[in-house]
T-cell receptor, first 115, second 115 residues
Framework: ETGVTQSPTHLIKTRGQQVTLRCSSQ?????VSWYQQALGQGPQFIFQYYREEENGRGNFPPRFSGLQFPNYSSELNVNALELDDSALYLC??????????????FGPGTRLTVT | AQSVTQLGSHVSVSEGALVLLRCNYSSSVPPYLFWYVQYPNQGLQLLLKYTSAATLVKGINGFEAEFKKSETSFHLTKPSAHMSDAAEYFCAVSGVPSGANNLFFGTGTRLTVIP
């Protein structure tokens, strides 16, 4: 069983640029959640996708957007990058469809640095 | 609304000593509670979860946690620390039984094990 994978592992961008992060969910999982973990902090929920639709969103501006594809993989897009966007971005997949909670399996993350 | 507070950003114990990591939660609905561990440059791994069944929950690697509603606590313990337990530990709460089961994380506790 393949776990959650994320790409790239590291990324350096300049303020104002746009970035796309990718996540492949674990086999059999239909839900993907994205979290931002700033240095020294706990992860913060960005949004979740279930069956290709956004299914909840945290307190993040609209320049954070996402997609989920028919194979349940997902992308996180961030426009107009700001210095404060520098963080570890974590993707987690789970299998929704019954009584919760749905255990979330995390990928290794993408470290984004904005200069 | 859901939130967790982890008391003590850093905890040091001697190898073989008791590990106690504290977590208090706030939730407007019956909570689901989780402990995750994060090793350097890695994603999060689930240690254990409370889902309203038994109040004493056993997890992986010898860890366990007890849900105490009267104290709104979910402290993590391990009878005897091992060097490999050195990592960052996060407590998280999810209060939504269906829909977006996003997790609200604490700020983490870094555990150091002294040989």
């Amino acid at each position: 069983e393949t776990g959650v994978t994320q790409s790239p592992t590291h990324l350096i961008k300049t303020r104002g640029q746009q970035v796309t992060l990718r996540c492949s969910s674990q086999s059999g999982h239909n839900t993907v959640s994205w979290y931002q973990q700033a240095l020294g902090q706990g992860p913060q929920f960005i949004f979740q996708y279930y069956r290709e639709e956004e299914n909840g969103r945290g307190n993040f501006p609209p320049r954070f957007s996402g997609l989920q594809f028919p194979n349940y993989s997902s992308e996180l897009n961030v426009n107009a990058l700001e210095l404060d966007d520098s963080a570890l971005y974590l993707c987690a997949s789970s299998r929704a469809g019954g009584r919760g909670p749905y255990e979330q399996y995390f990928g290794p993350g993408t470290r984004l640095t904005v200069t | 609304a859901q939130s967790v507070t982890q008391l003590g950003s850093h905890v040091s114990v001697s190898e073989g000593a008791l590990v106690l990591l504290r977590c208090n939660y706030s939730s407007s609905v019956p909570p689901y509670l989780f402990w995750y561990v994060q090793y350097p440059n890695q994603g999060l791994q689930l240690l254990l979860k409370y889902t309203s069944a038994a109040t004493l929950v056993k997890g992986i690697n010898g860890f366990e946690a007890e849900f105490k509603k009267s104290e709104t606590s979910f402290h993590l313990t391990k009878p005897s620390a091992h060097m490999s337990d050195a990592a960052e530990y996060f407590c998280a709460v999810s209060g939504v039984p269906s829909g977006a089961n996003n997790l609200f994380f604490g700020t983490g506790t870094r555990l150091t094990v002294i040989p």
